[in-house]
């Protein structure tokens, strides 16, 4: 008996919550069209402040081994190009420009970089040393970043996960063990750090990116260049900030055309400079 009414509270509350998923637009189209209604079960300011302290236990680790920020002139380029990107956030979504923003250079000969939910950004020396990046690249590779922050990408994973683990999760609640502030910095961290972003999400990172470099003065173009020396670099393989999908040819057809389509954006961002 005792059995049948948990498995009946379970099967109650999972049919709340999913009641509770909301279907959200996050951000507005822009030039390059990226719209699509994302299904959410976790709200923005909880994956926000997760993300929030997951960064700076990062930038702790990485002060406390001496790899933070260290080559003061590196560091000014990078901060340089955010500062042209982040005030072009606003033709997507209204609000990003006011996010409390933070950008930080780490020592590290990976090539890797990460924007979490809420505008924190992080770049990894070895991603512009390695590959001689220069400022229109960089701003390729940090456009693209934001744009998964932009469209709360993360977000999307935490209620993705969420779901697949429902089943789990209410019955924990059931029985009195949940830790869901901790479940959810270890989700956040899982699917900011180690998991690979879907296709999906790639190229509507892909497409934004190009879009927020065009409107920041960046040449767009330059995002072709890019793939084309990290698909040298990685020898046929995908590099780790930019996860598994699609294809390198694909992406760089796809760049291609999302740059074309963002030139006059580029053009008239640059006269008026």
């Not at 390059?32 to 236990?57: D, F, H, L, P, T």
């Not at 740059?259 to 008026?272: H, T």
Request: one cysteine or more.
């Amino acid at each position: 008996m005792r059995t049948r009414s948990v498995r009946n509270w379970v099967l109650l509350s999972a049919t709340l919550v999913l009641a509770g998923c909301q279907n959200v637009q996050t951000t507005q189209a822009g030039a390059v069209g990226v719209s699509r209604g994302q299904a959410m079960m976790v709200s923005a300011s909880e994956v926000e402040q997760a993300s929030a302290k997951q960064y700076s236990q990062v930038l702790l680790d990485s002060r406390n081994k001496g790899v933070l920020n260290t080559d003061p002139r590196l560091v000014s380029r990078v901060r340089g190009v955010a500062a042209r990107l982040i005030p072009q956030t606003g033709a997507f979504r209204s609000d990003a420009p006011g996010w409390d923003w933070e950008v930080n250079v780490i020592t590290s000969n990976e090539l890797n970089a990460w924007c979490m939910a809420g505008g924190k950004i992080a770049f990894y020396t070895g991603l512009i040393t390695r590959l001689k990046l220069n400022d229109d690249e960089i701003a390729a590779v940090m456009g693209h970043e934001i744009a998964h922050a932009l469209r709360e990408h993360a977000r999307e994973r935490v209620s993705q996960a969420m779901m697949t683990n429902l089943g789990v999760s209410v019955i924990s609640a059931a029985l009195g063990t949940g830790q869901a502030g901790a479940d959810l910095m270890g989700t956040v961290a899982k699917v900011s750090f180690q998991l690979p972003n879907s296709r999906l999400h790639e190229s509507e990172a892909d497409s934004m990116g190009v879009e927020l470099a065009a409107r920041a003065g960046y040449d767009p173009r330059a995002a072709v260049g890019l793939w084309q020396k990290m698909a040298g670099q990685s020898k046929g393989s995908q590099p780790e900030w930019l996860s598994t999908h699609p294809s390198h040819t694909t992406r760089q057809q796809d760049l291609a055309r999302d740059a074309a389509r963002v030139m006059p954006i580029y053009q008239a961002s640059r006269q008026g400079r």
